[in-house]
């Protein structure tokens, strides 16, 4: 199947959408021998959700409130504008499915596919492990508000390095 949309001009893309908060991701770290590390943390529960995708060669990220079918849509046009033609793999999402997304696929229907993952197979999805990095960034920092959580997430995902392996069976 990728190899028949490769032909005819589609570039091949994953997406996975994931939520970043202000509450701490505490991780091991290192501390002079005797000392007691103290972290100080931000209790607001505010979070920003965050929807990405990645095709063999490029990243494409947006922030949303919501992960709800608009967004999703709104996402998926950003990208497409970008990338042209689209078969874009994803999860089996509530934001992927339902009469917005419906349409939008109508509309889109020569240059836009969607296709879907099996259920509860996250390892499938090479999106997954760009969120690792991102999580990395914020771990053990104390972050003052949601505007500084998306400054530490953009400078990540912006570095020319950032870009994980793609899995060989999308990127033949």
């Not at 608009?70 to 793999?89: E, I, M, Y």
């Not at 509860?120 to 999805?125: Q, R, T």
């Not at 914020?138 to 003052?144: A, D």
């Amino acid at each position: 199947m990728v190899r028949h949309y490769r032909k005819r001009g589609f570039v091949i893309g994953c997406e996975d959408e994931a939520t970043f908060g202000l509450l701490p991701i505490i991780q091991r770290g290192w501390a002079k021998r005797g000392s007691r590390p103290v972290v100080t943390i931000n209790s607001k529960n505010v979070c920003t959700n965050v929807f990405g995708a990645r095709s063999h060669r490029s990243f494409v990220f947006s922030f949303s409130e919501r992960k709800k079918q608009r967004d999703f849509v709104r996402f998926a046009a950003k990208f497409s504008r970008r990338w042209g033609k689209v078969l874009l793999f994803v999860d089996n999402g509530p934001c992927h499915h339902g009469k917005i997304v419906d349409r939008f696929l109508r509309l889109h229907a020569k240059t836009f596919k969607l296709a879907f993952f099996p259920p509860y197979s996250p390892d499938l999805n090479p999106q997954e492990q760009c969120w690792k990095p991102a999580r990395k960034k914020l771990s053990n920092r104390f972050l003052p508000s949601l505007q500084s959580a998306k400054y530490h997430i953009s400078t990540e995902f912006n570095k020319p390095n950032f870009m994980p392996k793609m899995f060989k069976y999308l990127s033949n």
